[in-house]
């Protein structure tokens, strides 16, 4: 009989709800847009908050746009008519993304975007329905732009319990507030470089910088940082910074810079996007830093940019004496002593042409340098310093770059012939010509440096790059320019001679030098067994090139041979894949780190685990680590917050958290026994099963809450 | 060592993205700094350079006809309003079409005339400028971007047109006119009270842009 009158009752209720007009209402669909106000719930309860949203469905490549347009455009704006005492917070953004319009910065939504807002009905809401009205304004472009609008009407009917909407409507919404920024976990402060450039620090110590890429700032506002410019972030250890660059604003240093972290982390089971919004307070106290991080910095000596520029030069000048370089340019000062007058003249353009066609080859280079890194990323390269598979791979090039030195093994020289028809060609274009020749003629012997120099431009910022690379250029051109303008100074040159040959042979105790530093790097960063790897990997390089230098006619024992060092070399790479299991330095003192925050979970061991799945309650597994962003934000939007906590309380689930900042060993053995690579990992075992249930490594409040309930449903 | 080739194929792909990326380099026009100059020749087939407009104040606005923005100012009559009266005190108010060939808001000579005529619109010129080079050095990055050049070809404003961004031409009595302010107070030998505001309309369509 109740169950009767339950029936009647909800029928009336929903009855005026069937009979208005409003739901057709509240989808406009315009050329470009398909605009709909949504509702979380199908029914309101008085003086319980609810939530809407307006859901915009662009036509690809059309894009609408966030609170702070960027350079151009127009955020979505939505006039709301409430009845009394109802209101309606702003419209609560999801994390943008950066559209470059020919250059010019939008901030806004392609695809599917919900814009969320909270309505508050009051306690004493009167009658039997709700409407809510919204006129909204939106502009939407693609090369064009045009904007639009639309009138909605909502009506939802007022119970005295909340009804959630039907379950894909429940998804769009748990889905959307996922793309809203959190608030920032790490403290952020902006510092004035002596440009008068702002640039942002995140004080989020312990990151583990090789798992992070593509971090943008998104200011919350015009004025205070210009849109346009590149931002090259950079993650250490020590936290996240950000150069930008000074906003169009015409107020002195703000109070605070605020806006949108945004950054891809790295996890075990793929590549996830975090945002956190981030109010920055000006800190006088903050030093700009001049120079990138190099790896120098680790040991606490940074190369200063001029001395790198000094390196440069004198590198380009070595090049010189290389024993393919060195005797040609004996033989064109020669040459000129004897040379008249007249044709001195001629022979200084000739060294001026040569000159710019060496720098423009390295100018070139530089280009390329610049347009890798950039078709790689915006992270800036410094971070990969901290990489142990870097540092691994720079110290096996030091060390090939110095076997090639010592003469164990040349670079094919089928290059030179190119340069062969350049004696022959005159004139000034000939010149510039034989300067960019030269810089290709002369690489069987200066690969090795020039892979060394562009390794090391690549780390730098791009101004720095370029210089470096025309610094160098400048050196290798310096001699025959000196020549062309003072052939007397050809008596003052060397024979070529055995000479050379020693000098080059000599120079590959410095690269061992730096092979030998680069593995010491290594071992800060691996610990001990760093070594092992490194020089076993060394090993079976030399090796390689030991079994590729008999150089005979094409046979079988040749391919045999170059079978076997195929594999030597791949299992000197795989020394590679194993550095990355290795507990980094800091791991020494093995234990939980200071990051993780246990309040209102115990500590997991192999042991409380067993027991309690034994003991047939629900348990909750929660692996861990300071560094690790997105279980950071899976605790902040779906395992601390309030339902979430109810659901566990509730069901009587017992929670346990794992930290595996150190690489805990009794969890890195678990992880494997499941076949996961890392964390975040999230297990669940229902009341009284055996085997967990592994969730997903993006969580949400409504599904921590379904996961929890739904077995504990199915249990009575 | 075969990386010399990779190092050869590099070069052409650097330069063909220098050549795709010339608005990595677009600078922004500095306050208080010489306005970056310009030669460029109107509607009429008249040249103009801003070196010798020296002695007069130049208002740049840069235009894209078929750009809403553009619209909510033209249909309301208030950038005409604000030309005609800029014009009246010796400003000279130069309007910038720099759409690209292709690019919506790129006329012709005979189209930028007709504009200006169904408008009744009254700049000192139109400004053809179909290679965005007015609008790249002065770091235009909408339409209607606004600048002041003051008598001693000082940048002395940038920005919108005025203070809300929308397209809603009922928002125009509400809004404050910056640029008419700025000249106001330029006028009277002030120091403009907003030198610098969010400049607000449709992506300038850059050469080479989608």
Same mark, same amino acid.
């Given at each position: 009989?109740?169950?009767?009158?339950?029936?009647?009752?909800?029928?009336?209720?929903?009855?005026?709800?069937?009979?208005?007009?409003?739901? *057709?209402?509240?989808?406009?669909?315009?050329?470009?847009?398909?605009?709909? +106000?949504l509702?979380e719930?199908?029914?309101?309860?008085?003086?319980?908050?609810?939530w809407?949203a307006?859901r915009e469905t662009?036509?690809?490549?059309?894009?609408?746009?966030w609170?702070?347009?960027?350079?151009?455009?127009?955020?979505?704006?939505?006039? @709301?008519?409430?009845?009394?005492?109802?209101?309606?917070?702003?419209i609560v953004w999801p994390t943008p993304t950066k559209?470059?319009?020919?250059?010019?910065?939008?901030y806004g939504f392609e695809g599917d975007v919900l814009l969320l807002v909270k309505?508050?009905?009051?306690?004493?809401?009167?009658?039997?329905?709700?409407?809510?009205?919204?006129? *909204?304004?939106?502009?939407?472009?693609?090369?064009?732009?045009?904007?639009?609008?639309?009138?909605?009407?909502?009506?939802?009917?007022?119970?005295?319990?909340?009804?959630p909407a039907d379950s894909a409507t429940r998804t769009l919404f748990d889905t959307a507030r996922r793309q809203v920024p959190t608030d920032s976990p790490w403290?952020?402060?902006?510092?004035?470089?002596?440009?008068? %450039?702002?640039?942002?620090?995140v004080?989020a110590?312990g990151l583990k910088p090789e798992t992070i890429r593509d971090v943008y700032f998104f200011?919350?506002?015009?004025?205070?940082?210009?849109?346009?410019?590149?931002?090259?972030a950079?993650v250490?250890?020590?936290?996240i910074?950000?150069?930008?660059?000074?906003? %169009?604003?015409?107020?002195?240093?703000?109070?605070?810079?605020?806006g949108t972290l945004q950054l891809l982390e790295k996890t075990g089971d793929g590549e996830h996007r975090q945002a956190f919004d981030i109010?920055?307070?000006?800190?006088?106290?903050?030093?700009? %830093?001049?120079?990138?991080?190099? *790896?120098?910095?680790?040991?606490?000596?940074?190369?200063?940019? @001029?001395?790198?520029?000094?390196? /440069?030069?004198?590198?380009? +000048?070595?090049?010189?004496?290389?024993?393919?370089?060195?005797?040609?340019?004996?033989?064109?000062?020669?040459?000129?002593?004897?040379?008249?007058?007249?044709?001195?003249?001629?022979?200084?353009?000739?060294?001026?042409?040569?000159?710019?066609?060496?720098?423009?080859?390295?100018?070139?280079?530089?280009?390329?340098?610049?347009?890798?890194? /950039?078709?790689?990323g915006?992270v800036?390269?410094?971070?990969?310093?901290?990489?142990?598979?870097?540092?691994?791979?720079?110290?096996?090039?030091?060390?090939?770059?110095?076997?090639?030195?010592?003469?164990?093994?040349?670079?094919?020289?089928?290059?030179?012939?190119?340069?062969?028809?350049?004696?022959?060609?005159?004139?000034?274009?000939?010149?510039?010509?034989?300067?960019?020749?030269?810089?290709?003629?002369?690489?069987?012997?200066?690969?090795?440096?020039?892979?060394?120099?562009?390794?090391?431009?690549?780390?730098?910022?791009?101004?720095?790059?370029?210089?470096?690379?025309?610094?160098?250029?400048?050196?290798?051109?310096?001699?025959?320019?000196?020549?062309?303008?003072?052939?007397?100074?050809?008596?003052?040159?060397?024979?070529?001679?055995?000479?050379? %040959?020693?000098?080059?042979?000599?120079?590959?105790?410095?690269?061992?030098?730096? /092979?030998?530093?680069?593995?010491?790097?290594?071992?800060?960063?691996?610990?001990?067994?760093?070594?092992?790897? *490194?020089?076993?990997?060394?090993?079976?390089?030399?090796?390689?090139? @030991?079994?590729?230098?008999?150089?005979?006619?094409?046979?079988?024992?040749? @391919?045999?041979?170059?079978?076997?060092?195929?594999?030597?070399?791949?299992?000197?790479?795989?020394?590679?894949?194993?550095?990355e299991?290795?507990?980094?330095?800091?791991?020494?003192?093995?234990?939980?780190s200071?990051g993780v925050n246990f309040e209102g979970w115990?500590?997991f061991?192999?042991?409380?685990l067993?027991?309690?799945?034994?003991?047939?309650?629900p348990v909750f597994v929660d692996f861990t680590a300071a560094w690790c962003i997105t279980c950071l934000v899976n605790e902040r939007v779906a395992l601390e917050t309030a339902d979430t906590r109810r659901a566990f309380e509730?069901t009587?689930t017992v929670k346990l958290k794992g930290d595996w900042t150190?690489r805990d060993?009794?969890i890195t053995?678990l992880l494997k026994e499941l076949g996961r690579a890392g964390v975040p990992l999230y297990l669940y075992w229902p009341?009284?099963a055996?085997r967990p249930t592994i969730l997903p490594q993006i969580l949400t409040e409504a599904s921590m809450v379904a996961t929890l309930t739904s077995s504990h449903?199915?249990?009575? | 060592?075969?990386? !010399? !080739?990779?190092?050869?194929?590099?070069?052409?792909?650097?330069?063909?993205?220098?050549?795709?990326?010339?608005?990595?380099?677009?600078?922004?026009?500095?306050?208080?700094?010489?306005?970056?100059?310009?030669?460029?020749?109107?509607?009429?087939?008249?040249?103009?350079? #801003?070196?010798?407009?020296?002695?007069?104040?130049?208002?740049?606005?840069?235009?894209?006809?078929?750009?809403?923005?553009?619209?909510?100012?033209?249909?309301?009559?208030?950038?005409?309003?604000?030309?005609?009266?800029?014009?009246?005190?010796?400003?000279?108010?130069?309007?910038?079409?720099?759409?690209?060939?292709?690019?919506?808001?790129?006329?012709?000579?005979?189209?930028?005339?007709?504009?200006?005529?169904?408008?009744?619109?009254?700049?000192?010129?139109? #400004?053809?400028?179909?290679?965005?080079?007015?609008?790249?050095?002065?770091?235009?990055?909408?339409?209607?971007?606004?600048?002041?050049?003051?008598?001693?070809?000082?940048? !002395?404003?940038?920005?919108?047109?005025?203070?809300?961004?929308?397209?809603?031409?009922?928002?125009?009595?509400?809004?404050?006119?910056? !640029?008419?302010?700025?000249?106001?107070?330029?006028?009277?030998?002030?120091?403009?009270?907003?030198?610098?505001?969010?400049?607000?309309?449709?992506?300038?369509?850059?050469?080479?842009?989608?």
């Amino acid at each position: 009989m109740s169950r009767f009158l339950a029936f009647l009752v909800s029928l009336l209720v929903a009855l005026p709800v069937l009979t208005l007009p409003a739901a *057709a209402q509240s989808v406009v669909t315009t050329d470009n847009v398909r605009a709909e +106000l949504l509702s979380e719930v199908s029914q309101v309860k008085p003086g319980e908050p609810f939530w809407v949203a307006l859901r915009e469905t662009m036509k690809p490549h059309w894009h609408t746009y966030w609170k702070n347009p960027g350079d151009a455009g127009q955020p979505t704006d939505i006039t @709301w008519k409430l009845p009394t005492g109802v209101t309606a917070d702003p419209i609560v953004w999801p994390t943008p993304t950066k559209i470059d319009v020919g250059g010019v910065i939008n901030y806004g939504f392609e695809g599917d975007v919900l814009l969320l807002v909270k309505i508050t009905p009051p306690a004493n809401l009167a009658g039997q329905t709700l409407a809510l009205a919204a006129d *909204a304004n939106w502009l939407v472009c693609s090369d064009v732009c045009i904007p639009e609008e639309g009138k909605f009407n909502l009506t939802l009917p007022v119970g005295t319990a909340v009804t959630p909407a039907d379950s894909a409507t429940r998804t769009l919404f748990d889905t959307a507030r996922r793309q809203v920024p959190t608030d920032s976990p790490w403290p952020a402060r902006f510092g004035v470089a002596k440009s008068g %450039d702002p640039f942002l620090v995140v004080d989020a110590k312990g990151l583990k910088p090789e798992t992070i890429r593509d971090v943008y700032f998104f200011p919350a506002e015009w004025g205070a940082v210009a849109n346009m410019a590149k931002q090259t972030a950079r993650v250490t250890a020590e936290g996240i910074r950000i150069p930008l660059k000074k906003g %169009d604003a015409k107020a002195a240093t703000p109070q605070q810079i605020a806006g949108t972290l945004q950054l891809l982390e790295k996890t075990g089971d793929g590549e996830h996007r975090q945002a956190f919004d981030i109010t920055a307070p000006f800190d006088s106290k903050l030093v700009a %830093d001049a120079s990138p991080i190099t *790896a120098a910095d680790d040991t606490g000596e940074a190369l200063s940019f @001029w001395t790198a520029l000094g390196f /440069a030069l004198l590198g380009g +000048l070595i090049l010189n004496l290389m024993p393919c370089v060195f005797p040609v340019l004996a033989m064109k000062a020669a040459s000129f002593v004897r040379l008249s007058g007249q044709a001195r003249g001629e022979i200084r353009r000739d060294g001026i042409a040569y000159t710019a066609g060496v720098l423009v080859s390295f100018a070139l280079m530089a280009g390329a340098v610049l347009a890798i890194r /950039a078709s790689v990323g915006e992270v800036s390269w410094g971070f990969q310093f901290q990489s142990p598979v870097f540092s691994l791979l720079v110290a096996y090039l030091f060390f090939v770059v110095g076997l090639n030195l010592s003469g164990v093994f040349e670079v094919s020289g089928r290059l030179a012939g190119l340069g062969q028809g350049l004696a022959g060609r005159s004139g000034i274009a000939g010149s510039f010509f034989t300067g960019v020749l030269a810089v290709v003629v002369a690489t069987p012997c200066t690969a090795p440096f020039m892979a060394a120099a562009l390794g090391f431009a690549l780390s730098q910022p791009a101004p720095q790059t370029i210089a470096v690379l025309l610094a160098m250029g400048l050196g290798l051109a310096l001699p025959y320019l000196a020549l062309t303008f003072t052939p007397a100074l050809q008596r003052m040159m060397p024979r070529p001679g055995v000479w050379m %040959d020693r000098l080059r042979q000599f120079l590959a105790f410095p690269m061992y030098a730096s /092979a030998v530093w680069m593995i010491w790097v290594l071992t800060q960063q691996t610990g001990a067994d760093g070594v092992l790897y *490194a020089l076993g990997g060394m090993i079976l390089i030399a090796f390689a090139i @030991w079994l590729l230098r008999f150089a005979t006619a094409a046979s079988p024992a040749l @391919w045999l041979r170059r079978g076997i060092a195929a594999v030597a070399v791949l299992l000197a790479f795989g020394a590679a894949w194993k550095l990355e299991d290795q507990p980094a330095a800091a791991s020494a003192s093995s234990g939980p780190s200071a990051g993780v925050n246990f309040e209102g979970w115990e500590r997991f061991s192999r042991a409380r685990l067993d027991e309690a799945v034994a003991s047939r309650k629900p348990v909750f597994v929660d692996f861990t680590a300071a560094w690790c962003i997105t279980c950071l934000v899976n605790e902040r939007v779906a395992l601390e917050t309030a339902d979430t906590r109810r659901a566990f309380e509730r069901t009587g689930t017992v929670k346990l958290k794992g930290d595996w900042t150190n690489r805990d060993p009794e969890i890195t053995a678990l992880l494997k026994e499941l076949g996961r690579a890392g964390v975040p990992l999230y297990l669940y075992w229902p009341a009284g099963a055996e085997r967990p249930t592994i969730l997903p490594q993006i969580l949400t409040e409504a599904s921590m809450v379904a996961t929890l309930t739904s077995s504990h449903q199915a249990q009575r | 060592m075969s990386n !010399v !080739v990779v190092h050869r194929r590099s070069l052409l792909l650097a330069s063909a993205a220098f050549s795709l990326a010339p608005m990595a380099a677009r600078a922004a026009s500095d306050l208080g700094k010489a306005a970056p100059p310009f030669v460029a020749t109107d509607s009429n087939g008249k040249s103009w350079s #801003l070196a010798t407009l020296r002695g007069k104040v130049v208002v740049l606005e840069t235009t894209n006809h078929e750009c809403p923005y553009v619209g909510k100012h033209y249909r309301s009559g208030n950038m005409q309003a604000q030309q005609r009266e800029a014009a009246a005190e010796g400003v000279v108010w130069l309007t910038v079409a720099s759409s690209a060939p292709g690019k919506q808001g790129y006329v012709t000579a005979a189209q930028a005339n007709e504009i200006v005529a169904t408008h009744h619109a009254a700049p000192a010129a139109v #400004l053809l400028d179909p290679e965005s080079r007015i609008a790249h050095d002065y770091g235009a990055t909408v339409t209607p971007h606004m600048y002041i050049v003051d008598a001693s070809g000082v940048l !002395v404003y940038k920005g919108g047109i005025d203070s809300i961004a929308t397209a809603d031409r009922d928002d125009i009595p509400r809004a404050k006119q910056y !640029v008419r302010a700025a000249l106001t107070e330029l006028q009277a030998g002030k120091p403009i009270t907003d030198a610098s505001t969010r400049p607000y309309g449709c992506n300038l369509k850059y050469p080479g842009s989608a």
